[in-house]
T-cell receptor
Framework: GQQLNQSPQSMFIQEGEDVSMNCTSS?????WLWYKQDPGEGPVLLIA?????ELTSNGRLTAQFGITRKDSFLNISASIPSDVGIYFC????????????FGAGTRLFVKA | NAGVTQTPKFQVLKTGQSMTLQCAQD?????MYWYRQDPGMGLRLIYY???????DKGEVPNGYNVSRLNKREFSLRLESAAPSQTSVYFC??????????FGDGTRLSIL
């Protein structure tokens, strides 16, 4: 089936460091989404990207929609302990209904 | 503004028991979804409902049934629970091409 390859699977970083994670696919998507999941909660939308090449920021977070429409990355600058959680990418396309495919997630650990 | 509400939050079942997971949204969204989350596998779509009165299978529908009771509510039923269905279940809702909003999940253990 359709897959998104999200990497890395997990990251252990020091507070203050920058973080980068990405998603790639063999399929083209119309929309790329980045969600964060805190322990015991559901995923919450961080950034939505709607155009190839689009670069969007939300505070310390920056995400880009790849030119080929097959990839996206998320950067977190100057990480803080509350950045801990699981980050999911998701690709969305219109297939007669809007279908969303999720990556397996990047688990981020931040050491104070 | 509650968003997407799931009940119960936790449940333990014995193999073979039945169970219905409830989901309600108050955002007037047309589409609703049920996912399961397993370690290392992200979110996998079980069933979805593009609008009131319609339901369709997702990636992993076997062993589940759904009911779109009205525009607000979308329930997921396990008729005969199996240990392989131990997971965290998430309900989500959305409108058109807008990103989905998720509930806080139901943690289900089947012994």
């Amino acid at each position: 089936g359709q897959q998104l390859n999200q990497s890395p699977q997990s990251m252990f970083i020091q507070e203050g460091e920058d973080v980068s994670m990405n998603c790639t696919s063999s399929s083209i998507f119309n929309t790329w989404l980045w969600y964060k999941q805190d322990p015991g909660e559901g995923p919450v939308l961080l950034i939505a990207l709607y155009k190839a090449g689009e670069l969007t920021s939300n505070g310390r977070l920056t995400a880009q929609f790849g030119i080929t429409r097959k990839d996206s990355f998320l950067n977190i600058s100057a990480s803080i302990p509350s950045d801990v959680g699981i980050y999911f990418c998701a690709g969305q396309r219109d297939t007669g209904g809007f279908k969303t495919i999720f990556g397996a997630g990047t688990r981020l650990f931040v050491k104070a | 503004n509650a968003g997407v509400t799931q009940t119960p939050k936790f449940q333990v079942l014995k193999t073979g028991q039945s169970m219905t997971l409830q989901c309600a949204q108050d955002m007037n969204h047309n589409s609703m979804y049920w996912y399961r989350q397993d370690p290392g596998m992200g979110l996998r779509l079980i069933y979805y409902s593009a609008s009131e009165g319609t339901t369709d299978k997702g990636e992993v529908p076997n062993g589940y049934n759904v009911s779109r009771l009205n525009k607000r509510e979308f329930s997921l039923r396990l008729e005969s629970a199996a240990p392989s269905q131990t997971s965290v279940y998430f309900c989500a809702s959305g409108k058109g091409d807008q990103p989905q909003h998720f509930g806080d999940g139901t943690r289900l253990s089947i012994l």
